[in-house]
């Protein structure tokens, strides 16, 4: 039984084809675009500012994981490094994350 999802809907597929490749049309032709999206805000969140060490460590953590996923597959060898490595970022974590006010990180600011 064929699917219905093999063709266009009128079942017409030259003519499907000939919609894709046409060419767009001249620029004083109305268009019908959707209309241009509204710049964000250029002003970043309290919170956002307040946790970017924290976002900065876990980045890495995740980066580190997967390079020594990737290196451990391609060179078996290096596999045990991992752990050495892992206790080398958590003590490094420790240290940078031990120097925020944490107390101060949501209080809000007027």
Do not use: C
Not at 80 to 101: E, H
């Amino acid at each position: 039984m064929p699917s219905p999802y093999d063709t266009p809907p009128d079942g017409d597929f030259a003519r499907y084809i000939e919609q894709l490749t046409r060419p767009p049309p001249p620029v004083g032709a109305p268009a019908t675009k959707r209309p241009p999206r509204t710049p964000l805000p250029k002003a970043v969140p309290a919170a956002a500012k307040a946790f970017a060490p924290l976002r900065q460590v876990v980045q890495g953590a995740l980066f580190l994981y997967v390079a020594w996923l990737m290196l451990s597959a391609a060179v078996p060898l290096l596999a045990p490094w991992g752990a050495l490595v892992a206790l080398a970022y958590l003590v490094f974590a420790f240290l940078r994350l031990r120097k925020l006010p944490w107390r101060n990180l949501l209080q809000s600011k007027p």
